[in-house]
């Protein structure tokens, strides 16, 4: 294995720096944008004028927004979120407690949706033209059509209500609760996933089933199973994990739909309650949380690529 194809994981982390910091002010303005004020908000309508001023003082709402910026890039370097307006506890604390829960359900949900992916592009690509290929493509179509707040109504109504198999919300208290009540949320953000990936894959593995390496083996007298394992899989499995990797920004706006629908205390529900509270802190930390796990995952993505393909060099 060549060493110098990985030289790009020493110069990328550098690359990202200038994005992660356009990201921290573009969030950062739009938060700013949120109509209402926090200090009002928190205290209610019947706050006194003095109460507000001594809550906007207290969190450094009093500043100008340029002073308020930088005082955030201080807090951001020195390993610090703030404090949260609603929670009264470090940020840093509070999503270190809710981080588990959207880490379980956003890696269940990639791994039920390319449990889903790869067998049903295998067999449409298997079956290019026939009945199967029609009915798996006709799936993904309708996968990509489906809003995923209103899957997962449907999915509570038929698993949750009418076959009482799956609880309605909640996280649950031990590993098995959590599994259980993980395994709805994850199936409705893996059925829209999988609908992307599998009309990707399905390309792809046409592609290489035609290929003249594939053709060359098949001379040979290799099998058809071989074929697939050996030859077709690694290389249509690329672009799939490069598709994945750019739409890990939807799976991320999917899941806070999700845990905002069944209940699930993640980092999703707490960007949205923040938003409603016009928590400034957590709602700029929280979605700078997201910002570095998307751009983590692009590097990922792209190492996982270097390693599977000997050709590709970043």
């Known amino acids: 294995m060549s060493l110098h194809r990985y030289r790009f994981v020493l110069t990328r982390p550098l690359q990202l720096v200038p994005v992660l910091f356009g990201i921290s002010i573009i969030t950062f303005v739009l938060v700013r944008l949120i109509p209402g004020d926090p200090a009002r908000v928190l205290l209610g309508t019947k706050a006194t004028p003095e109460a507000i001023e001594r809550i906007r003082a207290q969190f450094g709402l009093d500043e100008p927004i340029l002073l308020q910026y930088l005082y955030f890039l201080k807090n951001l370097g020195a390993g610090e979120l703030g404090n949260s307006i609603l929670y009264k506890i470090p940020v840093l604390r509070l999503v270190g407690e809710r981080i588990e829960p959207t880490l379980l359900l956003v890696g269940g ?41 209103w899957l997962a109504i449907m999915l509570i109504i038929l698993f949750s209500v009418k076959l009482d198999l799956f609880p309605v919300a ?51 007298g290799v099998s058809e199973r071989r074929i697939f394992w050996r030859h077709v899989l690694p290389n249509a499995v690329i672009p799939a994990i490069n598709l994945l990797a750019v739409n890990i920004g939807w799976l991320i706006g999917g899941t806070v739909v999700i845990e905002s629908v069944f209940s699930i205390p993640g980092l999703g529900q707490l960007l949205v309650r923040g938003i409603f509270t016009r928590d400034y802190m957590v709602v700029q930390s929280v979605a700078m949380v997201f910002a570095c796990a998307t751009v983590l995952v692009n590097f990922l993505a792209d190492i996982c690529t270097v390693a599977i393909d000997p050709r590709v060099q970043l």
Do not use: K, Q
């Not at 690509?125 to 059509?145: E, K």
């Not at 031990?174 to 893996?190: G, K, N, S, Y």
């Open 109 to 149: 949900s990639v791994l039920l949706a390319l449990a889903l992916a790869i067998p049903l592009a295998a067999l449409a690509a298997g079956n290019r033209g026939r009945p199967a290929d029609h009915a798996i493509r006709l799936f993904s179509t309708a996968g990509l059509g489906f809003p995923p707040f």
């Open 170 to 220: 909640g996280y649950g208290d031990d590993w098995a609760e959590r599994l259980h009540h993980l395994v709805l949320p994850c199936f409705t953000v893996a059925l829209a996933l999988s609908a992307v990936i599998t009309r990707n894959l399905r390309a792809s593995m046409i592609a290489e089933l035609a290929s003249d390496h594939a053709t060359a083996a098949r001379a040979r």
